[in-house]
Nanobody, 125 residues
Framework: QVQLVESGGGLVQAGGSLRLSCAASGRTFGNYAMGWFRQAPGKVREVVGAINWSGDSTYYADSVKGRFTISRANSQNTVYLQMNSLKPEDTAVYYC??????????????????WGQGTQVTVSS
């Protein structure tokens, strides 16, 4: 079992930056592949990025590649999402998710076992 708590969301102007954090409970955080997802009103939840258990393998959606960076600090039970050059279309509720499994990382919402409550990111134009 792991519990996830996101923080760091807020209101930012286009072109600005935010850093989201996802703090995990439990002593086995290092066993989990982690993902960041987002969901805008009226849209399906989509993957933003994913990272393997050790942090040396990452995936990014094309829409955020080159602007967002996912990282993790297993000693602090935390995964991060650094978001730069934010655009109004990045506005959404952002969620982190955790999964134990044989793959490096997972890209589908249904793949994940644990979810945080989400944090709102709003980018104004």
């Amino acid at each position: 079992q792991v519990q996830l708590v996101e923080s760091g969301g807020g209101l930012v102007q286009a072109g600005g930056s935010l850093r989201l954090s996802c703090a995990a409970s439990g002593r086995t955080f290092g066993n989990y592949a982690m993902g960041w997802f987002r969901q805008a009103p009226g849209k399906v939840r989509e993957v933003v990025g994913a990272i393997n258990w050790s942090g040396d393998s990452t995936y990014y959606a094309d829409s955020v590649k080159g602007r967002f960076t996912i990282s993790r600090a297993n000693s602090q039970n935390t995964v991060y999402l650094q978001m730069n050059s934010l655009k109004p279309e990045d506005t959404a509720v952002y969620y982190c998710a955790a999964k134990v499994g044989p793959l490096r990382y997972y890209l589908g919402p249904d793949d994940y076992d644990y979810w945080g409550q989400g944090t709102q990111v709003t980018v104004s134009s």
